[in-house]
Every structure is written in C-alpha cells, then in structure tokens.
C-alpha cells in the first residue's frame, strides 16, 4: 500500500509521516517512509533549483520531477510495495501537480508525465493558512527561494483545488499534531479496511 502525504512546507505532513509510520510499525506492519525530491542526481539537481542555486524553466523542473521519480519508483518504492510494505510519500506526484500548476503547467500535462507512477491508495493533505505555515518554517528553517508567500498561496489553492479526487483528504493542519494524527490514523485505518 502506498500513501501519499502532501501539503505546503510547515504542514506538519513530515511529522504526521514519523507518527503514522511509528503506530503503523506498532501494529507490526512493515513501512517503509521515503521522500521526493530524492538525494539522487535529479533530485539534487532539483534541490539546488529550489535554493535558488541553478534557473531552470517550469518544463525542465517537471522533466527533473519525473526522472527523479522514475528512478525512486526503480529503486526503492516498486520494490518495497513487491515486498509487501506500506510505504509511506513525504511528497510524491501530488505535490508535483500542485506546484507545478502553481507555476502555470497545465494539470493534464502534469498528470500524463507521471503516469508511470503507481497510484496511492490514499493522498492525506495537511492543509495550513500560507502565514502559519511560514511562520513554522523560519522557526526551525531557512526557507528556499519557493518559500514566498504569493507563490506558496497559488499551490496551498491547487492542493485544494484537489479535494474532488476520490484519493484526495484534505485535513486541518491547524490543530495539535495528536488531533490530526487521530484522524490520519482513522482514514488509513478505513483505506486499509
């Protein structure tokens, strides 16, 4: 089983990742938790983009999303899922497809470039105002050059704007980490059902 949890950077969705995973191991499952973009030569070269270190257009940034992605899926998320573990996206394609169209790709297009990527069984979005998000960010980080508010606005809107796939819960991130782990427990309790 895969599951995908997404949302804006200060979301929480790292730390919901850690807890579901914990209680998931708790029950004897066996998870695995991954993250995109990866440490692999796409997804560094990704990175030094969203650290303002290296200017690219919207096109090559998806073609570098995807290429990460088809490796990751290669190498450590097809196998995990054959080995029968639950693995666990801090980011996976939602993320692409809410960043990217926030950055004016057309959905469709973003959606046929990952097509080869295998579907989450559910995609948990930690849902946050951009202004608590950031604030959350600078306390514990140095936000990448993406980090601004106008632009963070447009993608908090295009994962909203997600919430009438069947796949897609969208979940109130203001709340204590234990509320919201309660219900991320309770729909993937339901998902797994």
Known sequence: MLIDLEGIDGCGKSTQAQLLAQRLRDAEYAVVVLKEPTDGPHGSRLKAVLRGELNIDTEEVLTLFADDRREHVAA???PALERGDIVLMDRYYYSTLA????AGIP??????VNAFAPTPAIVLVFDLPVGQALERVHSHSIADTFE???HLE???AAYLALR???LVRI???????????????????EAMA
């Open 76 to 78: 450590r998320i097809a």
């Open 154 to 156: 447009r993608v908090r």
């Open 164 to 166: 009438n796939d069947p």
């Open 171 to 189: 979940l109130d991130a203001t709340r204590s980490p234990e509320a919201v782990s309660a219900d991320v427990w309770a729909l993937v309790s």
């Open 107 to 112: 959905a469709e297009r973003i959606r046929s």
């Open 148 to 150: 601004r508010a106008p």
């Open 99 to 102: 960043y990217q169209c926030a």
